[in-house]
């Protein structure tokens, strides 16, 4: 059976002093990042998936929570570069 990092996606609502985030947490490394919404999208998983791919992540697939939604990738790395 194959192996494949799950990543944690969650909506931050915005507070007094900082606007709408997404967490993006790895189960594997157990790390998290904070990023900001981006306008040009309604999703977060969509603005979770266009970050990661950046940071050079392959995402294979999505799944959806109650409360988060999760993304599937291949690639094995950290979210916090040392």
């Known amino acids: 059976m194959e192996n494949f990092h ?3 996606i969650k909506f931050l609502s ?7 985030r997404i967490r993006i947490k790895s189960e594997r490394f157990r790390q998290s990042i904070v990023i900001t919404w981006d306008n ?16 050079g992540f392959e ?6 929570g109650i409360s988060e939604n ?4 291949k ?6 570069k040392d």
């Open 75 to 80: 690639t094995f790395i950290g979210l916090i």
């Open 40 to 55: 040009s999208s309604n999703s977060m998983t969509e603005i979770a998936r266009n970050h990661l791919q950046k940071m």
């Open 6 to 8: 799950l990543l944690k």
């Open 59 to 64: 995402i294979i697939g999505q799944s959806e």
């Open 70 to 73: 999760y993304l599937i990738s």
């Open 14 to 20: 915005p507070t007094n002093t900082k606007d709408s």
